[in-house]
């Protein structure tokens, strides 16, 4: 038996993928849904760089930016040219 939101939505169970990892080249596995999470502030630059790479290379179905007060200026252009080059118009919600 499935376990049902509030509103009877029922949750999708994502697996948790939070490196750049050689096995996601592979088109079989790069085609699994998959979530990438990046914490700015907490997050060494070189793992940041890593995770970002991810996501531009692997294309998740979700990922997940955190920003923080204690991002750099250059962690959060990092985050911007990223999602600018992903998202290079506005969606219609937002014209």
């Known amino acids: 038996m499935e376990t049902k939101g509030r ?3 029922i949750p ?3 697996q948790v993928v939070r490196d750049y990892r050689l096995g ?9 849904d998959c979530h ?3 914490a700015l502030s907490r997050d060494s630059d070189e793992s940041i ?3 970002l ?5 692997l294309k998740p179905f979700m ?9 750099t200026y250059v962690q959060r252009n990092k985050m911007v040219r ?8 506005p969606a219609a919600v937002e014209l």
Do not use: M, T, W
Not at 24 to 32: A, E, N, V
Not at 63 to 71: P, R
């Open 24 to 32: 996601y080249l592979i088109r079989l596995f790069r085609d699994l």
């Open 49 to 51: 760089d890593s995770r």
């Open 7 to 9: 509103q009877g939505n």
């Open 53 to 57: 790479k991810a996501i531009r290379k």
């Open 12 to 14: 999708k169970v994502l």
């Open 63 to 71: 990922f997940c930016i955190n920003d923080g007060v204690e991002a």
């Open 36 to 38: 990438i999470f990046v």
């Open 82 to 89: 990223l999602l600018e080059d992903i998202y290079p118009k």
